[in-house]
Structures are given as structure tokens and as C-alpha cells.
T-cell receptor, first 117, second 112 residues
Framework: DAGVIQSPRHEVTEMGQEVTLRCKPI?????LFWYRQTMMRGLELLIY????????DSGMPEDRFSAKMPNASFSTLKIQPSEPRDSAVYFC???????????????FGPGTRLTVL | LAKTTQPISMDSYEGQEVNITCSHN???????ITWYQQFPSQGPRFIIQ???TKVTNEVASLFIPADRKSSTLSLPRVSLSDTAVYYC?????????????FGKGTKLSVIP
């Protein structure tokens, strides 16, 4: 298995533009997580899905952020409009079925480094 | 509000054992503690997981005391390649929901 795949690996955009980050989880995994990592705030959970359904989006910073998971093999995180403070590394992770959230390891993708000018 | 706290940095010489402690208040009986390792420009990678007493695998041990308010990741005989940032993750359960909280990370520097 290729692991969790994220695209693009790097994105540079201007303030106000729409940004779409993509993730392909590991086949057979039914949890998918989106994280944001910055020096100041560390790793923050934005949203997670279970069986393609959003379960907790309380970490999504504001209405400019949205995430979808149309099927078990694809998810997107969209920022519209983007702002300089959104600059960060965004990670997608997936984990296999578990008896409860947190009882299985998460497999992280390589991340997307977003720079908003 | 659940909080996961760990030291910002640690230094160690090659060949020594390194212990990194994570503090986690309000942890419930079956809440899991997981440790991840992260190298620059890579995603975090799973090291070890447990929820009570002691867990050991081929790379590390995890010690969880009876009160479960803290846990310790132990890396035996570190090498230069263990230089990385180590994150403690606790998934707090309660009131029918989960709160997934990473610590801020401990930057381990292994010195030759």
C-alpha cells in the first residue's frame, strides 16, 4: 500500500484565493483526520470523519474552512477565501476500524505546505 | 478542558536511555495514550500506544502509573537517528464524545 497520499505537497497562493487540499486514505481505513501544524500552535485537529461522515468539526477555525469526504477513498479540505494566517502544514491521517477513537494508530500523509501571501 | 503537556525539549548522549513524560488530566479509565515521532518535512509516525501499566515493543516502552495522570515514553539506547520531535496524543472520552489532543511536542536532540 502506498500509504496516505496528499496533494499538492506545496501550495503558494495569494490572499483571497480558494485553496483545495486533497487526501487519499489507506484502503480499508474508516477514520480520516485533517490536522493543521504551525510552530505556534503545534498539531491541531480540524475535523475527522468516520465512514465518510463528519463526526467532529469543532476544530475548524471558521466558516472559511470546509471539508468533504464524498467516498471512502477521497477527501478534500477547502479554504475560501484564504488568508496569510492560514499558512501552515496540513496533514491528513487515516486509521483502521477500532472499538473506539484513539485505540488504533493513525497513519499520516506527508502533508501539504500552504503559504498564503 | 482536557490538556496534554510535555517538555519542550531534551538533550541526550548516544547510547543513553531517554524518558519523556506527558501529563494528561481528566483521563478516563479506557482512554488511550499514543506517542508519535516526527522528522522534519514528514508526517508523524506511530511509536507506541497503551492505556494502563506498561507496554513494550521493539523500539520503545510506555509506562502508565496507576493514577494515569501522566505517562512516560522510554527510548532505550538512543542513536543520532532518534533526533526528532516526539508527540503525546490522548483521546479523552466523556459525555458521549471524544476530544483528541496532541501535546506540543518534545524536541529530542541526540548528541554524539
Amino acid at each position: 500500500d502506498a500509504g496516505v497520499i496528499q496533494s499538492p505537497r506545496h501550495e503558494v497562493t495569494e490572499m483571497g484565493q480558494e485553496v483545495t487540499l486533497r487526501c487519499k486514505p489507506i484502503s480499508g481505513h474508516d477514520y480520516l483526520f485533517w490536522y493543521r501544524q504551525t510552530m505556534m500552535r503545534g498539531l491541531e485537529l480540524l475535523i475527522y470523519f468516520n465512514n465518510n461522515v463528519p463526526i467532529d468539526d469543532s476544530g475548524m477555525p471558521e466558516d472559511r474552512f470546509s471539508a468533504k469526504m464524498p467516498n471512502a477513498s477521497f477527501s478534500t479540505l477547502k479554504i475560501q477565501p484564504s488568508e496569510p494566517r492560514d499558512s501552515a502544514v496540513y496533514f491528513c491521517a487515516s486509521s483502521p476500524p477500532a472499538s473506539g477513537l484513539g485505540s488504533n494508530e493513525q497513519f499520516f500523509g506527508p502533508g501539504t505546505r500552504l503559504t498564503v501571501l | 478542558l482536557a490538556k496534554t503537556t510535555q517538555p519542550i525539549s531534551m538533550d541526550s548522549y548516544e547510547g543513553q536511555e531517554v524518558n519523556i513524560t506527558c501529563s494528561h488530566n481528566n483521563i478516563a479509565t479506557n482512554d488511550y495514550i499514543t506517542w508519535y515521532q516526527q522528522f522534519p518535512s514528514q508526517g508523524p509516525r506511530f511509536i507506541i500506544q497503551g492505556y494502563k501499566t506498561k507496554v513494550t515493543n521493539e523500539v520503545a516502552s510506555l509506562f502508565i502509573p496507576a493514577d494515569r495522570k501522566s505517562s512516560t515514553l522510554s527510548l532505550p539506547r538512543v542513536s543520532l537517528s532518534d533526533t526528532a520531535v516526539y508527540y503525546c496524543l490522548v483521546v479523552y472520552s466523556g459525555a458521549g464524545s471524544y476530544q483528541l489532543t496532541f501535546g506540543k511536542g518534545t524536541k529530542l536532540s541526540v548528541i554524539p
